[in-house]
Nanobody, 120 residues
Framework: QVQLVESGGGLVQPGGSLRLSCAASGGIRSIATMGWYRQAPGKQRELVASITNGGSTTFADAVKDRFAISRDNAKNTIYLQMNSLKPEDTALYYC??????????????WGQGTQVTVSS
């Protein structure tokens, strides 16, 4: 049973930093793209950043100069370093991964979400 477990969210003041982690486990043969999405109240879920198994990255325009994404393939884990946080970054952040399972099927998985709140 594949699971994505996120950690690292919390409350931070504007201008502060947070680091999110997402670890995938259970019945994994390989992982293609992994990424972070976020959803603020009343808004649609949007891509924040993604990273392929080769290390190619994509960022939303709103975060590209402030956030960094990295990946440890040996641990099936990705990280999102968020710097210079703004109140508009407040959202529930979800981890996503395209995983080749033990059944040789690529399946899209989501974590439960971790709350990030930027407020003074």
């Amino acid at each position: 049973q594949v699971q994505l477990v996120e950690s690292g969210g919390g409350l931070v003041q504007p201008g502060g930093s947070l680091r999110l982690s997402c670890a995938a486990s259970g019945g994994i043969r390989s992982i293609a793209t992994m990424g972070w999405y976020r959803q603020a109240p009343g808004k649609q879920r949007e891509l924040v950043a993604s990273i392929t198994n080769g290390g190619s990255t994509t960022f939303a325009d709103a975060v590209k100069d402030r956030f960094a994404i990295s990946r440890d393939n040996a641990k099936n884990t990705i990280y999102l370093q968020m710097n210079s946080l703004k109140p508009e970054d407040t959202a529930l952040y979800y981890c996503n991964a395209m995983i080749l399972t033990a059944h040789w099927v690529f399946t899209d998985y989501w974590g439960q979400g971790t709350q990030v709140t930027v407020s003074s």
